[in-house]
């Protein structure tokens, strides 16, 4: 069988994933009846990729053109799953980037050339949604030239295809067509791939070897460890050992070996020398073990990963609500639930606290809140901490993350943005304004600092503003930027809040809750106009007289809550307080809930 083994990447919302589907339907992966063929986003499978439209998870499937079979694996293009993509990319010989026509190179696309380059694979270049109006696909190229220049280890690296694209359509051209409308399809892009990606290097003659770079499970089979076969073949009931790099952990016997055709997994009795399969027969087999015959006698070396840069407290729900609208609350459950995330999710670290909570490293404020977000869907209550960033020391000094951002907003949204950057302490690097009044800021700016920024210029341009970053390293710390939020409403007691009292309320700040909320004590119901927290009984029910009665309340107007969403949640928290989450609620919290305890613990820390 002859086979290409080709990774997608691009910044997020380029056009990869819909690239990937136009690859799927035309290559008659699926019948004319299937649903999959009416489908957008079609490796977009999970509930969460969807709702955000983003690609979270790094996947691999397979289609048929002539006589190659073209394994494609699909990565995320949120600097936040970097992770995700320096896991797959080695099951990769060739890249696919993709680069928006209007937008161009952005931080992540950086990103995964830089790791694409760094395995030496060959990127064939595909300028995408050329028929959008703002398109400029003769200057995204040259700043596409411009960043190969920048990222080349070798003079090969500069020699690159480049296609143009109308992904959603279907259509690749060779060069850059004057009417987008015309008929066209992805032969292309097919041929392309055929002709620049190499075939494996593998040798088929060795014994069998194999580095695990990610896992799947199901009921029936159990563990899937998934990768590229380096050496050899394999076969259903063939012992083999795995490896940590140098150190054998045991021998094996394997159960199944699968190979992808288009979304399925094929039961094969043989594999093929260099195709991406799937093994089972070992249920605690990790990402970046190695897979070999009995007479290997080393393993590859472990797959390196950036390190996390942000950091929260995730434990077992403790309010007074806790075990009423989940399945799982204990800390038992939530340390196994965490320690399974960690054997699939290598970019995140978890390390257990004496407490019995738990301190969750990741790579982003998104990567942290996917999966709190999963966790409660899945059915668990937990408490979740103010995000810090993770603070290492070089040499003789205490250094932390910085990343660089870019920016764009339209002109009328320029001085929100500059305002508020300057707020946060960020060196502006390089501005430009083009010709459709769209300006593109580049910043440099401490982690820190940029917490909580992405939900502030969401707010500030109402959703039309957009926003990448990239990490750039470590460095020595700087002066944090002030925090400016006001304090918060905190109900005095529990019970359920009353129209009566939420309408004080609304008179001294903005409204978290709706009347009839349940509530207990220490739990924050709004945020205050001044700088202190303010105690209120939001229970409080109006008393009655020969005028009043208990329902002539009922027509006093009140705003509509603010509803926070996880993530704006998960900002707003200050160090005192907590997001307490679970399948049906979120709700914000101070840590200590007794109000004269809370008074006590605050003296002693001015003190």
Not at 16 to 25: I, N, S
Not at 357 to 365: D, K, L, Q
Not at 579 to 587: A, F, G, H, N
Request: glycine residues 8%; hydrophobic residues 40%.
């Amino acid at each position: 069988m002859k086979i290409r083994n080709v990774a997608i990447i691009a910044h997020v919302d380029h056009g990869k994933t819909t690239l990937v589907d136009g690859m799927l339907k035309q290559t008659h992966t699926f019948r004319d009846n299937q649903a999959e063929m009416q489908a957008t986003t079609i490796l977009d499978s999970n509930e969460l990729e969807r709702e955000k439209e983003i690609t979270i998870l790094a996947k691999n499937t397979a289609v048929f053109w002539g006589e190659y079979k073209v394994n494609i694996i699909d990565t995320p293009g949120h600097a936040d799953f970097s992770g995700e993509v320096e896991r797959v990319i080695n099951m990769a010989d060739g890249a696919i980037l993709v680069v928006d026509a209007a937008e161009g190179p952005l931080p992540q696309t950086q990103f995964v050339l830089e790791r694409a380059l760094e395995q030496n694979l060959k990127v064939i270049v595909v300028i995408n949604k050329i028929d959008r109006q703002d398109a400029r696909p003769k200057e995204v190229l040259r700043q596409t030239e411009e960043l190969f220049v920048k990222l080349a280890k070798h003079e090969r690296h500069l020699e690159f295809p480049v296609l143009y694209a109308v992904g959603r359509e279907g259509k690749v051209w060779k060069e850059l067509p004057k009417d987008f409308s015309q008929p066209g399809d992805l032969q292309p892009l097919f041929e392309e791939i055929i002709n620049t990606v190499p075939a494996p290097a593998a040798e088929p003659d060795k014994p069998f070897a194999m580095l695990v770079s990610t896992l799947d499970f199901d009921s029936y089979k159990g563990t899937y460890a998934i990768g590229k076969v380096t050496t050899g073949v394999v076969k259903p009931g063939q012992m083999v050992n795995v490896w940590e790099h140098e150190t054998k952990v045991r021998a094996a016997l394997i159960q199944n070996v699968f190979t992808s055709r288009g979304l399925e997994r094929e039961e094969v009795t043989e594999s093929e020398p260099g195709d991406i399969i799937a093994l089972t027969g070992m249920a605690d087999i990790t990402i970046g073990a190695t897979v070999a015959d009995v007479s290997v006698e080393t393993g590859y070396p472990t797959i390196k990963l950036g390190e996390p840069t942000i950091k929260v407290t995730i434990s077992p729900n403790s309010s007074p609500f806790a075990g009423k609208e989940g399945k799982f609350f204990t800390a038992r459950q939530l340390e196994d639930r965490l320690m399974k995330e960690i054997k699939t999710n290598i970019g995140m670290k978890i390390r257990k606290l004496s407490g019995g909570g738990f301190v969750v490293a990741g790579r982003g404020e998104l990567h942290l809140a996917i999966l709190i977000e999963n966790l409660r869907r899945e059915g668990y209550e937990l408490e979740v901490g103010r995000p810090e960033v993770i603070v290492k020391t070089i040499g003789e000094n205490q250094c932390e993350p910085f990343e660089e951002v870019t920016i764009e907003v339209g002109k009328e949204h320029m001085g929100v943005i500059i305002e508020e950057m300057g707020k946060r302490k960020a060196t502006l690097i390089d501005t430009h304004t083009n010709d459709r009044g769209i300006t593109r800021m580049v910043y440099r700016i401490s982690s820190r600092n940029l917490l909580g920024f992405r939900g502030d210029i969401l707010t500030a341009t109402r959703g039309t503003g957009m926003f990448a970053s990239m990490v750039l390293g470590y460095f020595p710390q700087e002066q944090p930027a002030s925090r400016t939020r006001s304090g918060v409403l905190v109900s005095m007691q529990r019970g359920a809040a009353t129209v009566y009292a939420l309408e004080t309320l609304q008179e001294r700040g903005t409204l978290f809750i709706s009347p009839g909320a349940q509530v207990y004590g220490g739990m924050i119901v709004g945020l205050n106009k001044r700088r202190d927290d303010l105690e209120m009984n939001v229970c409080k029910i109006k008393g009655l007289s020969n005028v009043h009665n208990a329902t002539s309340d009922i027509d006093i107007p009140l705003d509509s809550p603010t509803i926070l969403s996880l993530e704006q949640a998960v900002d707003f928290i200050e160090d005192d307080e907590l997001l307490e989450v679970t399948p049906q609620s979120l709700r914000l919290r101070k840590k200590i809930l007794d109000h004269t305890a809370r008074i006590r613990a605050a003296r002693v820390t001015k003190d």
